[in-house]
């Protein structure tokens, strides 16, 4: 194994002949902040509630990683652009895309994605 526990080696042509194995190209989550979901239980990042970025300097701090991580403009409020990017990242990801933040699309958004270059 190449480039760590579990990861397979890949054989990259070098030009010359050989082939040399890749290292993974990691992207962890250093745009989410590190932690457990911020919200009570039950409660979500979403257009339109309480925890859309309006109310609380609090709030536009995680919206802004949110975004990030979903490839947008980061401006801390969570709106129509920010729930319709989110709904797609879900999707992307097999979760159900309805566009909110909860628990379970933290914990996603937080995960570890190895790939090779």
Request: proline residues 5%; aromatic residues 8%.
């Amino acid at each position: 194994m190449v480039g760590g526990i579990g990861a397979p080696a890949i054989a990259v042509a070098t030009g010359a002949g050989e082939a040399t194995a890749a290292a993974p190209v990691c992207v962890n989550s250093t745009s989410m902040p590190s932690g457990s979901f911020p919200l009570k239980s039950g409660e979500a990042y979403t257009n339109g509630g309480p925890h859309s970025g309006y109310n609380s300097a609090a709030d536009r701090f995680h919206i802004k990683r949110i975004q990030k991580k979903v490839g947008m403009k980061a401006d801390g409020f969570y709106g129509p652009n920010t729930a319709r990017k989110v709904a797609a990242w879900q999707k992307a990801k097999g979760l159900k895309a309805d566009g909110r933040v909860g628990a379970g699309t933290w914990a996603k958004m937080r995960t570890v994605h190895c790939g090779y270059r």
